[in-house]
């Protein structure tokens, strides 16, 4: 029953009705306690009973108040009095783009004003995850302020908002249109209106963006021709028109825009059928681009983008066609828009100083341990997060920036590093060895294809994507929506690189920064310059860490923990200008950096938390504790020396990779000794036999590494060992029986050292393909324990250094890290569980392993191939392990609204 004059809902009075529609009756109303005119939407009465009508009346609700737009309705309240739902909204005082379509099509300039205010209504609420799926010149009120898109009944949240409570079939049951005034139709009705539905939605296929793009220019026909795109006598005739003719060009329709004034822009027709392109696939595929389309239609068209807008700034009211009211309003128009250019100008001689960048820290994420990896959106308006809960797995987040509260993506659990698509609607990330992307709003990820190893990962504006796959692998492309990846890039082991990483595609979706991988763990690389199509690219400078490409052509690097950009001159393929800090104290992890900056000039960067400084403890063989802490801070690769009386460890530089110094600490007189000064360059240290050595190589950017021999009581001179190859690789073991180093190459490829006798030589070992790492020669010489494949799927095996070939697999689940103990009877061995495990070795017929068994679980697990977080005794007894801080602390994200301004004010 229709609400009479007077009639209170809560605090409004009813003053008038304005209209009905399917899904509500609409009234004009009085707010009595702000003293406003209102419009109140009212569900009807024969439908507020039924639960499934209701809950898309709340939805509605949800769905409208979260879009903030001077082009979209506002929502104010939602209430219920008695039986009666309601929402209340802004009141516009005009009529429809319908109402004003009956007067025939629009002028050129009215097209181009409004329908760019319709598209960017549309790219706002797309961008915030919501679909309208019932746009059309009824929907569209006409302002004095512009257009206001109206009328989300039929709109399904799709992204950040949540997910729907249905699918299109089962909404379907519901109502034809929800603003055409009917009763609901029979179940399998579609939704929305027919001269405006996509055809992928005449199919009962799910409507997305995409449907709106569709819709939006059928309503542009309509504004430009003053008729429909598609029409027909029956639903039959109009669905066939929709589904297999072509409307005709907008020049060839006589009434048209044209016709009224002159010259048809350059440009338009052709948007308008990449509109209204039958299949999705080939449409325009984001509102936003439509409305840059319109915008650069209306400049060549002689229509500034400026003046295309003016009149919604100035609030002078659309002209009807023709007559001396015409003439008058473009005459008040033209008087506002000289005073609007005299006031920009007064601004503009006053060069105001740019507006400082604001810089905050995003709140805890509820119910993680810690939260790290800030990936700013393309449009700067959510931050994706990767964080840890107590079970220590791992999971992305995503909270707005202008919010407090985060929001776990589903199917992300245990995933490694997450990138969003170009639109901002999905991620992508590998999960075990599969590359998945998932829409951020929630639903079940797909599948793009096998991940070969890797996590890093850029979508680029055209659809490509690039990992970066094993360390030592070149860069790989692939079509985001799956095939088979192809080489992107060579490696230039001329510049002693090994491989390559942290790809980085530039916004043109071609050219792209990475990194030339220089060692294997440490992060450090030559910063590269690569385009889609050439396996060639142009080495820019050296970083510390992962390169990324920021607005305004810059790139940003790390210099230990500080975050640098310098200048990219792309044309020229240098980087100019001198390096910009931006912020000190950068995370680094793993990650080799945790920062990222949006197209729109917002970055994010996490700081360090003090998380990665650790305790060495010695432990029994069930991991329990004997005695007090031994050492802590940043240390790793603790190696017990053969008399088992001292501790030689890494300390690591301020957490930066895997290189460092080299120490020994006396366990007995719990002394602690500098063995190097490298400069924090000394890695992988190990042990000579009689514990009166040690040897380590060193790795200084831009020159060849070298193994270093010194004595363990800092004394003596130091010998140098050129190394098999100008990369980075690390040492693994000092075999007695051999009187052999064991070196491993970047690509895992081990060599036997000969450090005794005259003349330091170097030789493989063996068949050095079929080996990976991690290489240790038992005892007595005749065994080589190692580790092959690649992660996750690897293993430790044995084979046989005399008399005939055999190779055994040990490990029955992943693992890592051999060491021989009891004299060559047995194995202890890092699951990738982070478990570790015992096995016996029985070598007195041939070679016989036992069953591997669990010991206890290290408190650090796997960090790197290079990062050892334990260590034993020569019989398996004593064991020592990097224990984490017992209360750890979480992760510290910083945002800084405006990157432009940030650096602009720190440049020399």
């Not at 004009?28 to 439908?47: E, F, M, Q, T, Y």
């Not at 942290?502 to 992060?523: R, V």
């Not at 202890?828 to 016996?840: A, P």
Request: hydrophobic content about 40%; charged content about 20%; glycine content about 12%.
């Amino acid at each position: 029953m229709p609400l009479a004059p007077g009639t209170k809902l809560g605090p409004y009075e009813i003053v008038a009705p304005l209209g009905a529609g399917g899904m509500g009756e609409v009234y004009r109303a009085r707010d009595s306690r702000l003293g406003r005119d209102v419009a109140i939407k009212v569900l009807p009465d024969h439908l507020s009973a039924q639960p499934e009508i209701r809950a898309r009346f709340e939805r509605e609700a949800r769905t409208v108040s979260g879009l903030n737009h001077p082009n979209i309705c506002t929502l104010f309240d939602v209430g219920r009095e008695g039986e009666t739902d309601f929402l209340v909204m802004e009141l516009i005082e005009g009529d429809t783009l319908a109402d004003r379509l009956k007067q025939g099509p629009l002028t050129t300039a009215e097209l181009l004003r409004l329908g760019t205010q319709i598209a960017d209504a549309l790219d706002r609420a797309h961008r915030a995850g919501v679909v309208h799926r019932d746009l059309k010149p009824g929907n569209v009120m006409l302002a004095r302020s512009g257009a206001k898109l109206m009328d989300f009944g039929l709109s399904r949240v799709t992204g950040m908002a949540g997910t729907g409570s249905g699918s299109g079939h089962t909404l379907g049951a519901l109502t034809a249109s929800p603003t055409m005034a009917q009763a609901l139709t029979a179940e399998g009705t579609l939704l929305g209106t027919f001269q405006y539905m996509s055809p992928e939605q005449l199919e009962g296929k799910e409507a997305d963006a995409r449907s709106d793009i569709w819709a939006l220019g059928c309503v542009l026909y309509e504004m430009a021709t003053g008729r429909r795109a598609f029409e027909g006598r029956s639903q039959a005739s109009l669905i066939a028109a929709i589904l297999e003719r072509q409307p005709a060009g907008i020049g060839d329709v006589p009434s048209g825009t044209a016709s009224v004034v002159g010259a048809l822009p350059t440009g338009l027709d052709r948007l308008l059928r990449n509109c209204l392109a039958k299949d999705p696939e080939e449409r325009i595929q984001t509102a936003h681009d439509v409305k840059l389309q319109l915008q650069g239609i209306a400049e060549h068209a002689g229509f500034s983008a400026t003046s295309v807008a003016a009149a919604s700034v100035t609030g002078v009211p659309i002209p009807a066609r023709g007559g001396r009211g015409t003439r008058l309003a473009w005459a008040v128009a033209a008087v506002a828009l000289l005073a609007a250019a005299a006031v920009a100008g007064w601004a503009f001689t006053r060069q105001p100083a740019p507006a400082a960048a604001i810089r905050f820290r995003l709140s805890d994420v509820a119910g993680a341990t810690d939260y790290f990896w800030p990936r700013v959106s393309p449009d700067g308006r959510f931050i994706l997060l990767q964080g840890t809960d107590s079970s220590n797995t791992l999971r992305a987040f995503v909270r707005p920036i202008d919010q407090i509260s985060a929001v776990p993506i589903p199917g992300t659990e245990g995933m490694r590093r997450a990138y969003w698509s170009p639109d901002g609607r999905e991620i992508v990330f590998v999960l075990g060895d599969q590359i998945m992307r998932a829409p951020v709003g929630g639903g079940s990820p797909t599948v793009i294809c096998a991940a070969q190893g890797g996590v890093d990962l850029s979508w680029g504006s055209k659809g490509k994507l690039l990992m970066d796959g094993r360390f030592i692998d070149s860069l790989r492309v692939v079509d985001a929506g799956g095939g088979e990846m192809r080489p992107a890039t060579r490696i230039y082991r001329e510049d002693g690189e090994v491989g390559s990483g942290w790809p980085c595609f530039l916004p043109d979706g071609e050219h792209f920064l990475f990194t030339g991988n220089l060692n294997s763990s440490a992060g450090r690389g030559n910063i590269r310059l690569g385009k889609l199509g050439s396996l060639e690219s142009k080495k820019l400078g050296t970083t510390d860490g992962r390169v990324e490409y920021a607005p305004g052509g810059w790139v940003l690097f790390l210099r230990g923990k500080t975050l640098l950009a310098q200048k990219l001159d792309l044309g020229g393929g240098k980087l100019v200008g001198e390096p910009v800090t931006l912020a000190d104290g950068v995370r680094i992890g793993t990650a080799s950096g945790h920062f990222s900056v949006s197209p729109t000039g917002v970055l994010a960067f996490a700081r360090e938390t003090g998380g990665d400084a650790v305790t060495l403890r010695e432990v029994n063989r069930t991991g329990a504790n004997v005695g007090t802490p031994i050492l802590s801070g940043l240390i790793s690769n603790p190696q017990l020396s053969p008399d088992g009386q001292r501790m030689l460890y890494l300390r690591l530089t301020s957490g930066v990779g895997t290189d460092g110094d080299v120490s020994v600490f006396d366990l007995a007189r719990g002394t602690d000794t500098k063995l190097t000064f490298s400069g924090g360059t000394a890695a992988t240290p190990v042990w000579s036999p009689d514990g009166q050595r040690f040897a380590y190589v060193t790795r200084p950017i831009g020159a060849a590494q070298r193994i270093r021999i010194a004595s363990a009581d800092g004394m003596g001179a130091v010998d140098s060992i050129e190394t098999p190859d100008r990369a980075a690789g690390s040492l693994t073991d000092w075999s007695s029986a051999r009187a052999r180093l064991l070196y491993s190459t970047p690509d895992f490829r081990p060599y036997e050292v000969a450090v005794e006798g005259p003349a330091p030589s170097v030789s493989p070992l063996i068949d050095s393909l079929l080996f990976r790492g991690h290489a240790r020669i038992s005892p007595d010489g005749r065994w080589l324990a190692f580790v092959q494949g690649a992660p996750p799927n690897i293993h430790v095996f044995v084979q046989t250094l005399e008399g005939s070939t055999g190779r055994w697999q040990i490990s029955t689940a992943p693992a890592v890290r051999p060491r021989w103990v009891r004299g060559g009877r047995g194995l202890v061995f890092e699951g990738l569980d982070g478990r570790l495990m015992e096995v016996d070795i029985d070598t007195s017929a041939g070679f016989r392993p036992g069953t591997p068994r669990p010991m206890f679980a290290l408190p650090v697990g796997a960090t790197g191939p290079e990062l050892f977080t334990w260590s034993c005794d020569a019989a398996g007894e004593r064991f020592f392990v990097l224990v984490p801080p017992t209360t750890r602390s979480k992760g510290i994200v910083e945002v800084v609204s405006d990157f432009a301004s940030l650096v602009n004010r720190r440049r020399p």
